[in-house]
T-cell receptor, first 121, second 107 residues
């Protein structure tokens, strides 16, 4: 694909409902990342996948948040029993290789999707 | 602990004036640093990385390990440079971002 694709682009939900956000990484990219950006704040790391395993889940804010990835393709971020403080833009990124694969070739450069804007009423 | 600090949330300069967006980091290892930019209604994208030591759109950034800084500079600002700029530090598993600086170039 041309780039990282996220859906939906906007999601409005009621407090207490579950939501599922989807990310399609660039084809061939082994690493996938989820970030959260609250209004007026920087990007907050949530979780990192290498293939379909998640070496780092340290950023998930609570057990209401979970994510999975199928092979080296689609990932879904699920938020259960949404709260108003979950309102944010959720960004997905992918990179060709693992985060420390730097040097020539820039295999660790992250390419971002357009994000899903989640509003919890 | 990894940390990135961008002290200015907002920066406004006139077209043609020099620009410097500040970034300081905290990292115990050998850092790999990036500047990402987000133009209005566009997605976040890489502007430059310190390893490549290149100039992109007239911007440069030099890693100063003594001062733990990676400031972004451009000698003559243009209106199309108006955007949100994020400094980021590559850790073992993730990018750690600063809070971002919104740069506005006034005509």
């Amino acid at each position: 694909g041309a780039g990282v694709s996220q859906s939906p682009s906007n999601k409005v939900t009621e407090k207490g409902k579950d939501v599922e956000l989807r990310c399609d990484p660039i084809s061939g990219h082994t690493a996938l990342y989820w970030y959260r950006q609250r209004l007026g704040q920087g990007l907050e790391f949530l979780i990192y996948f290498q293939g379909n395993s998640a070496p780092d889940k340290s950023g998930l804010p609570s057990d209401r948040f979970s994510a999975e990835r199928t092979g080296e393709s689609v990932s879904t971020l699920t938020i259960q029993r949404t709260q108003q403080e979950d309102s944010a833009v959720y960004l997905c990124a992918s990179s060709k290789d693992r985060p420390l694969a730097g040097g020539p070739g820039a295999k660790n450069i992250q390419y971002f999707g357009a994000g899903t804007r989640l509003s919890v009423l | 602990a990894q940390r990135v600090t961008q002290p200015e949330k907002l920066l406004s300069v006139f077209k043609g004036a020099p620009v410097e967006l500040k970034c300081n980091y905290s990292y115990s290892g050998s850092p790999e640093l990036f500047w990402y930019v987000q133009y209005s209604r566009q997605r976040l994208q890489l502007l430059l990385r310190h390893i490549s030591r290149e100039s992109i759109k007239g911007f440069t950034a030099d890693l100063n390990k003594g001062e733990t800084s990676f400031h972004l500079k451009k000698p003559f600002a243009q209106e199309e440079d108006s955007a949100m700029y994020y400094c980021a530090l590559q850790g073992a598993q993730k990018l750690v971002f600063g809070q971002g600086t919104r740069l506005t170039i006034n005509p």
